[in-house]
C-alpha cells in the first residue's frame, strides 16, 4: 500500500469532536499517528505536516526542531 498523507486519511468526525475518522477502515480514533501505524507498520507519521519517518526518535526531534513540541 502506498503512503498517504495522514491528513488524507484522517478526517475530522465533527467540528467539536477532536476524534477523527479513518478513511482506509472506519474507525474513529483518537490517537492518529498510532492507528497510522496500524496500516503502515514501521512508519511514524507527523500529524502537523505530512512529514513520515520510519524512526519514532527521528519524528521526535523533527517535531521538536519544526513544530516545538516538547514531549
Ligand atoms: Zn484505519
Ligand atoms: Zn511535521
Redesign the pocket.
Known amino acids: 500500500m502506498k503512503n498517504r498523507r495522514i491528513s488524507q486519511i484522517f478526517v475530522r468526525h465533527s467540528s467539536t469532536d477532536e476524534r477523527r475518522r479513518c478513511a482506509l477502515c472506519g474507525k474513529v480514533v483518537t490517537n492518529v499517528r498510532n492507528h497510522y501505524y496500524v496500516h503502515f507498520p514501521g512508519k511514524y507519521a507527523?500529524?502537523?505536516?505530512?512529514?513520515v519517518y520510519t524512526r519514532s526518535d527521528t519524528?521526535l526531534s523533527?517535531?521538536r526542531t519544526?513544530?516545538g513540541q516538547y514531549p
Open positions: 507527523c500529524t502537523k505536516c505530512p512529514a519524528l523533527h517535531q519544526k513544530h
